[in-house]
């Protein structure tokens, strides 16, 4: 299969020059993750802006800023196999697609290459071979900062609620923080004392310095109250192309996975995949 059969060709996307506020306003209206960027009144691909760049930068406003510039990108004419192999090997999940100029087509990205051709294929490896077992976690009565940051410092897009009996409860993803969430700036005051010259009698002077720092501000509420009570989850021996059919039904890009006895033991990925299409 070729780029072409899965990409999405109505892309949204922003342009500079431009502001983070527009971003990330068109990102929540949209419901995606990732924009592409265009240069203003062109279709000339220049940059890429994901929801980690807004959030993580809450003081930088211009996208051209904040949006990384070399970004890889494919053809429509692609093989699925090669586009696959280039996202695993640089840890992406999406990438443009553009013409022999580097003007925008559309996009392409893991959830579609999983939904639209793994779904389809009849692969027997089992997802235990590709999850992944270093799995944010947090208690499941968390406030929503704490959980943010425990996924923060796993790098991931996503952390799992356990509760009081070491029970899994739930999921939160990037896209739910986001929704419970805005950039508000917080000014801070800072003093310094500097002596004056002269005698041991001289009035010293006062320097003041006030800082505006933007920062992510959650809601009050905790991890359980905006995690799904719906779980679904898999386990080591459900095969690939299953939970590709699984994760298209439920439009979900990640399925926890449970053990014998329902402990949770690791985590897929639409990314994670990816591999087994390389290794056809």
């Known amino acids: 299969m070729k780029v072409k059969d899965v ?10 020059p431009g502001n983070r506020d527009e971003a990330l306003y068109l990102m929540k209206k949209e419901n995606v993750s990732v924009v592409p960027v265009v240069k203003n009144n062109t279709n000339e691909l220049v940059g890429i802006l994901t929801r980690s760049d807004v959030i993580n930068n809450p003081d930088e406003d211009q996208i051209v800023m904040l949006m990384t510039r070399d970004v890889i990108t494919t053809t429509d004419d692609a093989c699925l196999s090669e586009v696959s192999q280039k996202m695993v090997e640089n840890n992406i999940r999406r990438m443009p697609v553009v013409d022999e100029d580097g003007n925008l087509k559309g996009i392409v990205t893991s959830f579609d290459i999983v939904s639209l051709a793994i779904a389809e294929m009849d692969l027997d490896d089992y997802v ?17 900062n704490v959980a943010f940051q425990v996924m923060s410092f796993f790098g991931l897009k996503s952390v799992i609620g356990l509760n009081s009996n070491n029970k899994m409860t739930g999921i939160l993803t990037e896209t739910d923080f986001i929704s419970e969430s805005e950039v508000i700036s917080k000014v801070s005051e800072h003093s310094s004392t500097v002596g004056t010259e002269g005698d041991k009698w001289s009035w010293d002077s006062t320097s003041i310095l006030y800082i505006h720092k933007n920062h992510l501000k959650f809601s009050d ?20 192309s299953a939970c590709a059919k699984k994760m298209k039904s439920l439009n979900v890009e990640q399925l926890p996975i449970l053990g014998i006895e329902g402990e949770l033991v690791g985590l897929i990925r639409a990314s994670d995949l990816l591999k087994s299409l390389i290794k056809k």
């Open 128 to 144: 235990g071979d590709y999850m992944i077992t270093n799995i944010p976690t947090t208690w499941d009565q968390a406030p929503l």
């Open 7 to 16: 990409m999405s060709t109505d892309v949204v996307h922003v342009s500079v």
């Open 221 to 240: 509420k905790v991890f359980k109250d905006v995690a799904s009570e719906k779980l679904v989850t898999a386990n080591r021996r459900t095969k690939v």
